[in-house]
């Protein structure tokens, strides 16, 4: 016999039922203010010593003197205990306090592993000195679980002085336990009789459980004979019908009967059913599972009409059984089309996206080295706004991310799904979490990932993610340019660039990337080599991807001579001889080209416009301003200005010494700037 305590509570705004079980729905409930009973709980268990204080040498926790804790405070705590595993510390001291402590007592629940009955019990019952196991007169809901080695006798005895229970759970303990999950046991004898027998026996009981047995008998032949119910053992509830019923996989598919003498019923006739039964058997984890797999195909193949509900289930049962593989799998595939189908209702509900993302990182942090379960883990991740939705777990996210990219099968989907995801993270975080994505290994990860393409001479979209990764991780961020240096990167640059020639998008990602390392002045001198410099120089004539791997290369050289010609530590090629090599390509570059390029800040290119010493650098600079500012006025005209960009192009405009050229590109930038601004202010006037 087994049973769910399901709480009254409003129904889901989403959809009404009138028949599903209360649980709150997540949707519905997504503005709703923490509980007082929550936080408190939250402040108290993270801190126990706020209001504890250890007991002499024993190092037990006790109540601070003068402070008493409400009961909802103390179950809750000792919930917590239960999960850590502390439950099976309990001794048979247990059934004596019990006894002497129990007349209020309402509610009991004795969990798996935990022995609190002598053994005595366990042999021959004479040598029980009394006619009770303990005394709680007026217990209402009592659960015993998986107690395989009791004698049946045992129960009677330990049943018999409870006479006031509305609920009894015996899940798994042998010879009376009637809900079933596995085939061998769940036949029984004349069914219709033995069910007769206990529904008769026990007249307060209001939550029966029959589910994967034979108990419900053959249904329809027997209708006329059941007085009423479509089921002949409950012909007696007629009048009276449970409040619960567990129905779930019986023989002769019983829960698709009309007369059932029950308000909620637990079965898989329909979505209602399936959802009450996920609730109904939470604690059992055989049952869970087919539950879910059941749910799973309801969201994909129909239209669902209790989605909060739905959620709510899905999440309780992937955190509380974290370390059961099949559970974790049917719940996140269940919460990928979840996700999909709720966009809008998921866009305020912030909270409930917290959870949703918590869930699946548990789940994916266990079971990383499942394909499955990181494919649907990192399938329902893409539904969300990266990086917005997902900050608040950013590094369990990083590190979940960087094992589908290195730990998981080469090649595989799960590996490719992880690095777009992990691509898409980089290029929209700034400052600390870029330096903290290097930290955590991002550089060295990606390297490797080049490094196992090149060992097989196989370039796809992976090698081209990995380069881009970088670029976006070392963007404005010199702690993981120099982690790229440290990992041999230009090695990799160079033996990329023999075996793949004729790649654009690869060479773009590239050059992007060493644009990014040539910004940071002490990592300069190490670009400064014959063959680095000489690489450079030819990409300067370089027509792929339009015009920007010339661009890149130009600013890769624009930095490294900014720092004067002492800096040019090499023979060949020769400064000057590169220098004019990158203003033939300039010249030849249209200034109308789309950019296939993203700047946060122009800090880089703005100190550029100071060096007067080379003027190539400066050229550089202001064709960049001037193309940006002209094809993507509303983007960039703003950050020119706020940076201090107009000032300097002022300056420069002033200054004796720069070529009529150079002026003519930063008068077009300021032109830029300012038609957009009027354009701005008049669109202002105007609306």
Known sequence: MKYRNFTKMPHCMCRHSATIPTETCCFC????????????????????????????????????????????ICERLLDIQKILGQSPELTHNSVKLITAFGSSLLSLSVGEETNIFPRTYYGDLQRVDQDFIFLAPNLRRFALKSCQCLPAQFYSVLLRPLGNLTHLDLSHCSSLDVSQTRQEHR????????????????HNLTSLDISGTNLAGTGVAETVKSRGSDITGLKSRVSRPFYFLGLYETTHDACLRHDIPAKLIAGNANEEQILISALAYMERTEMLQKVLNELFHLFRFETCQYIGQALNVVLEAMNKHLHERHIQISGSATLFYIVKGT??????????????????LNGMSIHRNDETMMRNGCLTLCQFRIPLDVLFEYERLVEVL????????????????????????????????KVRLGELGAINKMIWLISERLDRGYCDDV??????????????TPANCRKFLENNGMDYFLMCLKRFTDKDDLLRNMMGLLGNVAEVKEL?????????LTVFSDLLESKCDGIEVSYNAAGVISHIASDGPEAWTVEEPSRQHVLNKMVTAIDSWDLSSHRNINYRSFEPILDLLKVYHTPECQRWAVWALANLTKVYPEKYCHLVEKEGGLVLLQELMEHPDPPVAIKKYADRVIENCWK????DWQQELDG
């Open 402 to 433: 960087l094992y589908a990219v290195h730990g998981m099968t080469a090649e595989s989907f799960v590996q490719r799904i992880g690095i777009y995801l992990l691509n898409s993270l980089a290029c929209q975080i700034d400052g600390y979490q």
């Open 187 to 202: 036949k029984f004898p004349r069914p219709n009789v033995i069910l007769t027998t206990i529904v008769e026996s026990l």
């Open 29 to 72: 409930n997504s503005s709703v203010p923490e509980k007082l009973l929550d936080i408190c709980f939250n402040y108290i268990n993270k801190d126990l010593e706020s209001i504890c204080e250890y007991t002499g040498y024993s190092g037990y926790l006790k109540l601070k003197d003068g402070i008493s804790l409400p009961v909802e």
């Open 463 to 476: 090698l081209e993610v990995a380069w881009s990764t970088m670029w976006n991780v070392t963007d404005e």
């Open 524 to 532: 300069r001198h190490y670009l400064i080599t014959p063959e680095y």
């Open 676 to 679: 957009f601004k009027n354009y």
């Open 343 to 360: 966009d809008r209702e998921l866009h305020d509900a912030v909270h409930v996206k917290r959870k949703i993302i918590s869930t699946l």
